[in-house]
């Protein structure tokens, strides 16, 4: 199996975050078909044994190198794939998935990878001490992933127009030096052939600089439901 780098500080995209509630749906229908929770977890390792096998032969210096989406959603899909091996192995065994899960965590690459595996480590745990139907907590499950997903998007589609805003402010100073250079003025020479001058430039992209940061942790803070 190829090992591509783990890009934690990638953010997860939309096919890597789907991966979740597309595997819940599909363990719960298999269980609600009948089957045994080994028999659905074969079934479900095998699908994502085959989306790695489809990924890996991809252009792998290609992804790596330019598509960082891509490349965290192999990293993802390998994560899911030992996850399930291992939930696989104690299911055969009879011993409880909730805890294989849970051993399986320490090894897994993709923050995402973790988060969700903690998750469904819980959902078992209580089909198992509760006796509750494991097809319905996992539907559950995956319903709150689906608008987790839906309000991410939603989210990001919101923020489109402040990001945009903010790199356009970042340039003005830029594009004001362009313009004064096509109106025939000389600001190059007012900024840098006077002490007066130069200290204005250094205040200028000090307030810049702050200006720029200021906007992106504002940014960052409404992505995160901070403000």
Known sequence: MTHLPPRHAAR??????????DLMWHLAALLKAGVSPAFALAKAT????????????????????????A???LV???????????????????APVSQACLHSVQTLARPTSLER???LAACWQVSERTGA???????????????????????????????ATGRILSWLPLLGLGLGLVMGADPLGVLFGSVLGALICCVGLALALVGSRWT????????????
Request: hydrophobic share 40%.
């Open 216 to 227: 992106a942790r504002l940014i960052l803070r409404a992505e995160k439901g901070e403000l």
């Open 76 to 94: 993802a899909v390998g994560d899911l794939h030992h996850l399930l091996s291992s939930c696989l192995l104690a299911a055969e065994r009879g």
């Open 117 to 119: 595996a903690l998750s």
């Open 46 to 69: 095998e699908e994502v044994a085959g989306r790695q096998r489809h990924l890996e032969q991809q252009p792998q210096g290609l992804l790596a190198r330019w598509d960082r989406e």
């Open 12 to 21: 997860p995209g939309i096919d890597e975050l789907e991966l979740w509630p």
């Open 71 to 73: 490349t965290g959603l």
């Open 133 to 163: 139907p494991l097809a319905e907590v996992l539907e559950r499950f995956a319903r709150y992933l689906e608008n987790d997903i839906d309000l991410l998007q939603m989210r990001e589609a919101a923020m489109g127009g402040p990001k």
